[in-house]
């Protein structure tokens, strides 16, 4: 089936809907630069989908089977690039829709990537340390002709650690009998891995939140945000955000949403969830419900969560002027055309969380060079790559009379496009 057509028949229903999300997306920004149904059709196959069985042992000895998978969707522009997960919901619709996603994320930001995802259908709490590391090892093997730093280069992602990444390197190593970190990124810095990796989406989100602030005319001193999703991305976003004065008025994990118009303390909410484990307890602020907190009054709102959070139903009742999308997918086509309407700035998914494998990309330059630049070099140069492409987004915005989301998707196409047509179709 011609996934540009229309999303997996077989999808679940959140992946088929987030999929559908994205190649709406697409077609609107394909129809505006007039793109051929031949380009589109090669813009919207996957190029390979892998599917491999993942036999293990249990420490007990009872041997269990899982699935594997790994798609890489675009090499135009490069080796594939994208994350592997770990979670009982992973299917090859979802992995084939992340990659898809992944492909345009590292041609907004002009990474020389092409996008690919990967994952293995289990619950990683549910595995002992041991038996983690031979599922790990396992699945590397099972994929091992296919990836490698000149061919696809996987990373952390749901239910993935930099652990698991050192144990899918050294399984390469031993298979090529060579030392080769750049196969994968987000490896313990020990082993090649970068400084600023852990802090670069969130440091993407902060870095393209304050710009557009300043475009919009208001001082980030005094500037009100709310950030749904306290994990890694929205917890890193929320302390630089705050750094740079702005008042954090809202934060939200899945354990409840917090809210204190005077402004909540991060380093505080940090330390408790460093200390229990969620939000749960924290007492600088108070408890509002989930879908509440996104409907409070701030200038700025970053979605950090899940997909699907702003919709037709919320849409009209968000108050922020600015929304920035740390999560894949947190606003609807629907919502997107209220908020446009009501004239709310959406800095869209696959360039505000661009960030990680922004970073990625210089862990995997460093790993190649073997040589490693300080934290502060590599923040500046994930600011650097941050801020151009943002301007060459606002110069499309403007250009084409879009929104940032639309131009963004063109922006991106239009990259692979150029690319795509330079170097053919071989026959």
């Given at each position: 089936?011609?996934?540009?057509?229309?999303?997996?028949v077989?999808?679940?229903?959140?992946?088929?809907s987030?999929?559908?999300?994205?190649?709406?997306?697409?077609?609107?920004?394909?129809?505006?630069?007039?793109?051929?149904?031949?380009?589109?059709?090669?813009?919207?196959?996957?190029?390979?989908?892998?599917?491999?069985?993942?036999?293990?042992?249990r420490d007990?000895?009872?041997?269990?089977?899982?699935t594997?998978?790994?798609?890489?969707?675009?090499?135009?522009?490069?080796?594939?690039?994208?994350?592997?997960?770990?979670?009982?919901?992973v299917t090859?619709?979802?992995?084939?829709?992340?990659?898809?996603?992944?492909?345009?994320?590292?041609?907004?930001?002009?990474?020389?990537?092409?996008?690919?995802?990967?994952?293995v259908?289990?619950d990683?709490?549910?595995?002992?340390?041991?038996?983690?590391?031979?599922?790990?090892?396992?699945?590397?093997?099972?994929?091992?002709?296919?990836?490698?730093?000149?061919?696809?280069v996987?990373?952390?992602d749901?239910g993935?650690?930099?652990?698991?990444?050192?144990?899918?390197?050294?399984?390469?190593?031993?298979?090529?009998?060579?030392?080769?970190?750049?196969?994968?990124?987000?490896?313990?810095?020990?082993?090649?891995?970068?400084?600023?990796?852990?802090e670069a989406t969130?440091?993407?989100?902060?870095?393209?939140?304050?710009?557009?602030l300043a475009?919009?005319?208001?001082?980030?001193?005094?500037?009100?945000?709310?950030?749904?999703?306290?994990?890694?991305?929205g917890?890193?976003?929320?302390q630089?955000?705050?750094?740079?004065?702005?008042?954090?008025?809202?934060?939200?994990?899945?354990?409840?949403?917090?809210?204190?118009?005077k402004?909540?303390?991060?380093?505080?909410?940090?330390?408790?969830?460093?200390r229990?484990?969620?939000?749960?307890?924290?007492?600088?602020?108070d408890?509002?419900?989930?879908?509440?907190?996104?409907?409070m009054?701030?200038?700025?709102?970053?979605?950090?969560?899940l997909?699907?959070q702003?919709?037709?139903?919320n849409?009209?009742?968000?108050?922020?002027?600015?929304i920035?999308?740390?999560?894949?997918?947190?606003?609807?086509?629907?919502?997107?055309?209220?908020?446009?309407?009501?004239?709310?700035?959406?800095?869209?998914?696959?360039?505000?969380?661009?960030?990680?494998?922004?970073?990625?990309?210089?862990e995997?330059?460093?790993?190649?060079?073997?040589?490693?630049?300080?934290?502060?070099?590599?923040?500046?140069?994930?600011?650097?790559?941050?801020?151009?492409n943002?301007a060459?987004?606002?110069?499309?915005?403007?250009?084409?009379?879009?929104?940032?989301?639309?131009?963004?998707?063109v922006?991106?196409?239009?990259?692979?496009k150029?690319?795509a047509?330079?170097?053919?179709?071989?026959?």
């Open positions: 089936m011609d996934k540009g057509d229309s999303p997996p077989n999808a679940l229903p959140h992946e088929l987030v999929f559908g999300d994205a190649i709406a997306y697409f077609n609107e920004a394909a129809d505006m630069l007039d793109l051929d149904a031949g380009m589109r059709a090669l813009m919207t196959r996957p190029s390979r989908q892998i599917i491999v069985a993942v036999p293990f042992q007990n000895g009872q041997i269990e089977v899982l594997g998978y790994r798609v890489q969707y675009n090499f135009m522009r490069g080796p594939a690039k994208g994350g592997v997960r770990f979670h009982p919901g090859l619709d979802e992995v084939t829709a992340l990659a898809f996603w992944m492909t345009w994320k590292c041609a907004v930001v002009d990474l020389p990537f092409g996008g690919a995802k990967g994952g259908t289990v990683p709490q549910s595995l002992s340390h041991s038996e983690l590391e031979r599922v790990t090892r396992r699945y590397t093997a099972e994929i091992i002709e296919v990836i490698g730093p000149e061919k696809d996987p990373a952390p749901v993935t650690t930099p652990q698991i990444m050192a144990w899918m390197m050294d399984t390469y190593a031993m298979h090529t009998r060579r030392n080769v970190p750049g196969v994968v990124t987000g490896k313990p810095i020990e082993l090649g891995g970068s400084q600023g990796r852990v969130g440091r993407g989100v902060s870095i393209v939140g304050i710009d557009q475009r919009m005319g208001i001082k980030s001193v005094g500037a009100r945000v709310i950030v749904q999703g306290f994990g890694n991305v917890s890193i976003a929320a630089l955000f705050a750094e740079h004065g702005c008042i954090v008025v809202g934060i939200s994990d899945v354990s409840g949403a917090y809210y204190n118009a402004g909540l303390d991060i380093s505080s909410a940090l330390a408790h969830v460093h229990t484990g969620s939000l749960a307890g924290f007492t600088g602020g408890r509002v419900g989930q879908n509440e907190l996104l409907e009054p701030c200038e700025v709102l970053v979605p950090a969560a997909e699907k702003i919709t037709a139903e849409a009209s009742r968000i108050k922020a002027r600015l920035v999308e740390g999560a894949n997918g947190p606003t609807t086509p629907e919502a997107d055309h209220i908020l446009n309407e009501a004239g709310v700035i959406i800095i869209p998914d696959i360039y505000a969380n661009a960030g990680g494998v922004t970073v990625s990309h210089l995997w330059v460093q790993d190649r060079m073997g040589y490693f630049w300080p934290e502060a070099e590599v923040n500046q140069r994930l600011s650097d790559v941050m801020l151009k943002y060459h987004l606002q110069r499309v915005a403007t250009e084409m009379k879009c929104t940032l989301r639309t131009a963004a998707y922006l991106a196409i239009g990259r692979v150029r690319v047509e330079m170097r053919g179709v071989y026959a």
